[in-house]
């Protein structure tokens, strides 16, 4: 079993900035891949960014690319999100989320308890 513990959300303006941190414990060597989903009040969750074990491979939704760098802390199952220029539609709850691999996230992945992120505008 994988726990994650997430940190670092709240309210910013919008151009603002934001770390999100998602630390794993447990059984890690069992879901190396780490990364972020959001989800808005009334919509589905949706992927936000993604990085493999090593950290030297990651995915971008499009709609932070540019804006969002996930970045992987050596030696340590620790992610983090650093968000930039934050718009009024970034406001979610943010979710890690460890796996196997990136591409079976969304499906079998192990979530944390989420953390709010409000951009104001």
């Known amino acids: 079993q994988v726990h994650l513990v997430e940190s670092g959300g709240g309210l910013v303006q919008a151009g603002g900035s934001l770390r999100l941190s998602c630390a794993a414990s447990?059984?890690?060597?069992?879901?190396?891949?780490m990364g972020w989903f959001r989800q808005a009040p009334g919509k589905e969750r949706e992927f936000v960014a993604a990085?493999?074990?090593?950290?030297?491979?990651?995915n971008y939704a499009d709609s932070v690319k540019g804006r969002f760098t996930i970045s992987r802390e050596k030696g340590k199952n620790t992610v983090h999100l650093q968000m930039i220029s934050l718009k009024p539609e970034d406001t979610a709850v943010y979710y890690c989320?460890?796996?196997?691999?990136?591409?079976?996230?969304?499906?079998?992945?192990?979530w944390g308890q989420g953390t709010q992120v409000t951009v104001s505008s």
């Open positions: 989320v460890a796996s196997a691999a990136i591409a079976t996230m969304a499906r079998s992945g192990t």
């Open positions: 447990g059984r890690t060597f069992s879901s190396p891949a």
């Open positions: 990085v493999n074990w090593s950290g030297g491979s990651s």
